[in-house]
């Protein structure tokens, strides 16, 4: 009799654990938002870069750029639902990349802490209030957090260089900064400044598992690392390297500056194309 009663206990034990298991794959489910499920992207992995050997680079240049997200060739870098600069922060926050301080050799040697970046997100205001009836004097601070739509521009970083060994002329991105507008209290423009720099490098293996809005196919899904390796983005020079070290700002105004621009970005692929001419 108490075998018998085991038994019934078991059996009841395991129809309720199966019951309780079909509950819950009831709640779980969730239809599918498309014709098939989307894992290429996700479990896309970057391929390392073609080593090369310092003896086999024969001419190097170094450049600094501007993207503007207001451009509609770079839209993408505006889409609401994934907006690259949240794509940066939510990175830097779940330590899955690593941001750098701007300093004037503008390198890498300054890491920043999650505290340090949080602290660039967002703006400190002070109000002074009165009591009416004590003439209190009260200050309260503020702080009011970063819209992501306000960061319209990013700078870069990159290498363009002759491969000697391979006789071709090949372009790296070394950084990625996004911009930072600057107002004064009557709301008129003062200055944008870097908030940090992005390593690019490590940051391939990231960006080639987070897609890219691609409005002329919505099945075809780019990586951020194939916008930014195919050069799918416009841009404009700022800087080169030169002796002083300065932008073409400091020595040129107004419509001259985009002139100079190309002129330099020109240059880069004349290069290439006099070594194969003469």
């Known amino acids: 009799m108490k075998n018998v009663c085991l038994i019934f206990i078991i059996l009841f034990s395991l129809l309720g654990n199966i019951m309780a298991q079909q509950e819950n794959t009831e709640k779980q489910y969730i239809p599918l938002d498309g014709v098939v499920e989307k894992k290429i992207a996700k479990e896309r992995r970057v391929l390392p870069y073609q080593p090369i050997r310092e003896a086999d680079i024969m001419w190097e240049k170094r450049i600094w750029r501007v993207i503007d997200t207001r451009e509609k060739?770079?839209?993408?870098?505006?889409?609401?639902?994934?907006?690259?600069?949240?794509?940066?922060?939510?990175?830097?926050?779940?330590?899955?990349?690593?941001?750098?301080?701007?300093?004037?050799?503008?390198?890498?040697s300054e890491p920043l802490t999650t505290e340090e970046v949080n602290q660039k997100l967002y703006e400190v205001d002070t109000f002074v209030s009165f009591d009416p009836i004590t003439y209190k004097e009260t200050i309260e601070i503020v702080h009011n957090d970063m819209n992501p739509e306000d960061i319209t521009r990013f700078r870069l970083k990159e290498v363009w260089f002759f491969d000697e060994q391979t006789s071709t002329l090949n372009v790296r991105i070394l950084g990625i900064a996004p911009l930072k507008e600057e107002f004064d209290e009557q709301g008129n423009f003062l200055y944008e400044i870097?908030?940090?720099?992005?390593?690019?490098?490590?940051?391939?293996?990231?960006?080639?598992?987070?897609?890219?809005?691609?409005?002329?196919?919505?099945?075809?899904?780019?990586?951020?690392?194939?916008?930014?390796?195919?050069?799918?983005?416009?841009?404009?020079?700022?800087?080169?390297?030169?002796?002083?070290d300065r932008q073409i700002q400091h020595y040129l105004q107004g419509i001259d500056i985009l002139l100079e621009s190309e002129k330099i970005n020109s240059s880069i692929f004349n290069f290439e194309h006099d070594l194969w001419t003469y």
């Open 73 to 108: 060739i770079n839209l993408p870098f505006r889409y609401p639902k994934k907006m690259f600069f949240n794509l940066l922060v939510e990175s830097i926050t779940k330590n899955n990349l690593t941001a750098y301080e701007i300093n004037d050799n503008e390198d890498f």
């Open 194 to 244: 870097p908030m940090f720099w992005i390593y690019y490098p490590d940051a391939r293996e990231l960006f080639a598992r987070e897609t890219v809005f691609n409005g002329g196919n919505d099945h075809q899904q780019m990586s951020w690392t194939d916008l930014f390796e195919m050069r799918q983005f416009s841009s404009y020079i700022y800087k080169e390297s030169n002796v002083f």
